[in-house]
């Protein structure tokens, strides 16, 4: 997963950024860390839970605008990024 080693540098690389967790299975509530959920749940290695809690501290420096904040860009496309059979 290279895109966890890339700083997020401006406002479509963070939305992008939330798009490939999504993607890779990686959706965590920002709040709650990769650490204390990713790792601890065995889905990602320590070094990917760092990267993840890296790249998700980088996304608080942009205006998230009508989102009001990455965790509120995340839940509105929740619906649209889980696969097809998922979605009520």
Not at 51 to 57: A, C, S
Request: proline share 6%; charged share 15%; hydrophobic share 45%.
């Amino acid at each position: 997963m290279d895109f966890l080693t890339f700083p997020i540098l401006n406002f479509a690389a963070a939305q992008c950024f939330i798009l490939l967790l999504a993607k890779h299975g990686l959706m965590h509530h920002f709040d709650d860390g990769a650490v204390d959920t990713l790792q601890y749940n065995g889905i990602v290695t320590a070094k990917e839970a760092t990267l993840i809690d890296q790249r998700v501290n980088e996304l608080y420096r942009f205006n998230w605008g009508p989102y009001n904040c990455p965790i509120g860009f995340a839940l509105t496309y929740e619906y649209d990024l889980l696969p097809t059979e998922a979605t009520p």
